[in-house]
């Protein structure tokens, strides 16, 4: 029940954040659809486990995400710094790099995954089982996968570590 309860704020919280409509009518549709969302995927977003681990997890998020957003501005930057540059093509070196994660969770593989594609120049173009399949604008971009951002995946939302 926690969790749904969590998945509902979490998700309010979001539509209120990105739609900026608070009149009666859309405001009500908010509520129904992250109702309807909390009731169907609360098990996506937190775990089924005790309540230390649901801590661990959602504390783990929460200090991941800084992180992750510093690394998307860094990223954002260089690939700006890329675009701009008068010898682009030169800079430009795109390729496929396939590579085996260590994470058994498939929240974290998804929050990995995610994190790859959220990053300017990288794209996740496909995940079986343990194999990742990234897109990279850069060999720069190519090198630091997996890196320390699985490591920080695994340390937010793997149970082991």
């Known amino acids: 029940m926690k969790a749904k309860i ?4 979490v998700m309010l919280l979001f539509w209120v954040s990105l739609s900026g409509m608070f009149d009666a009518f859309h405001f009500t549709l908010g509520v129904l659809c ?10 996506l977003l937190f775990y089924h486990g005790d309540g230390q681990q649901w801590a661990k997890g959602f504390f783990g998020v929460l200090c991941y995400l800084p992180w992750l957003f510093y690394q998307i ?4 930057l260089e690939v700006a710094w890329i675009v701009l540059h008068p010898r682009m093509l030169d800079k430009i070196d795109p390729h ?18 995610q994190s790859i594609t959220l990053t300017p120049g990288t794209i996740t173009v496909s995940v079986d089982d343990n194999e990742f399949l990234v897109y990279a604008l850069t060999r720069n971009a190519g090198e630091a996968l997996p890196g320390e951002m699985e490591t920080r ?3 937010a939302l793997e149970s082991d570590l």
């Open 6 to 9: 969590a998945t509902f704020g």
């Open 73 to 76: 501005v860094l990223a954002n």
């Open 96 to 113: 496929l790099i396939r590579f085996n994660s260590r994470l058994q969770r498939p929240i974290s593989k998804v929050t990995f995954a």
């Open 153 to 155: 995946v695994a340390k």
């Open 34 to 43: 992250c109702l309807l969302i909390s009731q169907f995927s609360h098990g």
